[in-house]
Nanobody
């Protein structure tokens, strides 16, 4: 069974840091890209970052969101993808989700999702 379990959110002050984890099972990270997304109530979901282990661990950042502050990485031995978030700002407050794309059937199309983890940035 394909599963993605995202975790690591919480309450943090502006300027603080968090590391999100996406622990996957039921598939190989070499076969699929993993993306991080976020959603604020009443707003559309937006992409944050993604990584493709198969494609030489290529990474992508939505620069309008990340602005040089986040780093995505993977540990294939642990079947886990991470998102290190530095210099968090109140506008980063959202539910963050990791997701798996469709692999060769649909690169960049994300069809399997984690349950979401809340990040609240407030002083």
């Amino acid at each position: 069974e394909v599963q993605l379990v995202d975790s690591g959110g919480g309450l943090v002050q502006p300027g603080g840091s968090l590391r999100l984890s996406c622990a996957v099972s039921g598939f190989n990270l070499y076969d699929y890209a993993i993306g991080w997304f976020r959603q604020v109530p009443g707003q559309e979901r937006e992409g944050v970052s993604c990584i493709s282990v198969a494609d030489d661990s290529s990474t992508y950042y939505q620069e309008s969101v990340v602005r040089g502050r986040f780093t995505i990485s993977s540990d294939t031995a642990k079947n886990t993808v991470y998102l290190l978030m530095d210099n968090l700002k109140p506008e980063d407050t959202a539910v963050y989700y990791c997701a798996r794309d469709l692999g060769l059937r649909g690169p960049g199309v994300f069809g399997s999702w984690g349950q979401g983890t809340q990040i609240t940035v407030s002083s």
